[in-house]
């Protein structure tokens, strides 16, 4: 167990409509990342949260957005879903941002659009 | 732009050894990570190196970095059926804290 959670663990939707991801970083982490895993794409950076504020952008679609809580959780919020978003969506978190921090992640939200 | 690859797939049998390999392609690559992905799981952190060390060993992992060659290696000992999972090597970009993963090479143990 990483310390790392994520709700829900499976979410079915329909194209068209909107979900939003949530993740509990471990206790005493500040950064927040998100991933995505999918078939095609491999896994591939979304975002990165440090303390509340954005601190990264990877390959996020502007469909796709994300925040961080005051009291550290993120939300990741898909919106027009496509069939294309279906995938594993992980957070992680490490204590700090400067990259030399390990990162560890949550066990995953499988996503399928239908 | 950093890139990151791997084998797609490595077969072994119980007890033998299995290297697992990866070239990356940022030369100011801080840590080189190895992550695991078991069937319907997360990913488990399983080691990771500094780039000015050559070697790291850790029980039966063994990590080889060569920077010249900008190539990494993962070496199970002894590898068991439980090994059985995906395994993704990951650098972390230069600045800020993001990590770039291979395609990751899934192993399968045979007993």
């Known amino acids: 167990d990483s310390g790392v959670t994520q709700t829900p663990k499976h979410l079915i939707t329909a194209t068209g409509q909107r979900v939003t991801l949530r993740c509990s970083p471990r206790?005493?982490?500040?950064?927040v990342y998100w991933y995505q895993q999918s078939l095609d794409q491999g896994l591939q950076f979304l975002i990165q949260?440090?303390?509340?504020?954005?601190?990264a952008k990877g390959n996020i679609l502007e469909r796709f957005s994300a925040q961080q809580f005051p009291d550290l959780h993120s939300e990741l919020n898909l919106s027009s879903l496509e069939l294309g978003d279906s995938a594993l969506y992980f957070c992680?978190?490490?204590?700090?941002?400067?990259?030399?921090?390990?990162?560890?992640f949550g066990p995953g939200t499988r996503l399928l659009v239908l | 732009g950093e890139d990151v690859e791997q084998s797609l797939f490595l077969s072994v049998r119980e007890g033998d050894s299995s290297v697992i390999n990866c070239t990356y392609t940022?030369?100011?690559?801080?840590?080189l990570y190895w992550y695991k992905q078991e069937p319907g799981a997360g990913l488990q952190l399983l080691t990771y190196i500094f780039s000015n060390m050559d070697m790291k060993q850790d029980q039966r992992l063994t990590v080889l970095l060569n920077k010249k060659d900008k190539h990494l290696s993962l070496r199970i000992a002894d590898t068991q059926t439980g090994d059985s999972a995906i395994y993704f090597c990951a650098e972390t970009e230069n600045q800020g804290g993001k990590l770039i993963f291979g395609q990751g090479t899934e192993l399968s143990v045979k007993p």
């Open positions: 206790s005493g982490d500040l950064s």
């Open positions: 940022d030369s100011s690559s801080t840590y």
């Open positions: 992680a978190s490490s204590v700090g941002t400067s990259g030399l921090e390990t990162q560890y």
């Open positions: 949260y440090y303390n509340g504020e954005e601190r």
